[in-house]
């Protein structure tokens, strides 16, 4: 079985701030991680994902995240934060077909990102 | 990526009716599916809408309640059968690309009311 969790259920940040998001996952294989996120009255849009190689990877808008396998994260950052970046962001796992996995993506229950100024 | 469109993008009705919800995307896809986001929840896997054959659904979710077409590679429709207030919900249909395989893409959804 695969989860994932997302420990908060809101995160406060002034603008100009870094922030972090924070997800944690576990399956059996090789995951594929991935960040969504949602403006209110909007489906989801895709800002980046895990497959392999470099750990840190960059998406779009300036978020990036980093996979640690050792702690089985994948938290979603950016250096400086906007009100616009007010929404919120999901998490998703799934294990890499190479590792016997289908396409079922499975969600966390959702961040809300609150950007201040 | 891709442009995936849904229809209705919001409807409400009454309890007891269906809606058919219509999914189209401008691309080739390899694979359609079909979430549920109740409110103030997380998206939850209804099936996966096969070609040409019969959906494969997740655990809890039944055929005679959600009947799902997909007539070709890129159109795909989800009925939400003899609704009632707890069938209220964002319903998004999602896409994995030919180019880009390892991502699933979404629709912009569909907010059903049911009263």
């Known amino acids: 079985a695969q989860s994932v969790a997302q420990p908060e259920d809101q995160v406060n940040v002034a603008e100009g701030n870094p922030l972090t998001v924070k997800c944690t996952y576990s399956v059996s294989g090789n995951p594929y991680l991935f960040w969504y996120v949602q403006y209110p009255n909007r489906g989801l849009q895709f800002l980046l994902k895990y497959i392999t190689g470099d750990n840190l990877v960059k998406g779009s808008y300036g978020f990036e995240a980093e996979f640690n396998k050792s702690q089985t994260s994948f938290h979603l950052k950016k250096p400086s934060a906007l009100v616009s970046d007010s929404a919120l962001y999901f998490c998703a796992v799934r294990v890499s077909i190479l590792t016997g996995g289908g396409n079922k993506l499975t969600f966390g229950t959702g961040t809300q990102l609150k950007v201040e100024l | 990526s891709a442009v995936i469109s849904q229809k209705p993008s919001r409807d409400i009705c009454q309890r007891g009716t269906s809606l058919t919800i219509q999914c189209q995307v401008d691309?080739?896809?390899?694979?359609m599916f079909w979430y549920r986001q109740q409110p103030g929840q997380s998206l939850t896997l209804i099936a996966t809408a096969n070609q040409g054959s019969e959906a494969t659904y997740e655990s809890g979710f039944v055929i005679d309640k959600f009947p799902i077409s997909r007539p070709n590679l890129t159109f795909s429709t989800l009925t939400v059968s003899n609704m009632s207030p707890e069938d209220s919900s964002i319903y998004l249909c999602s896409v994995v690309l030919w180019a880009h395989q390892e991502t699933q893409y979404f629709g912009p959804g569909t907010r059903l009311l049911v009263l």
């Open positions: 691309s080739q896809v390899t694979m």
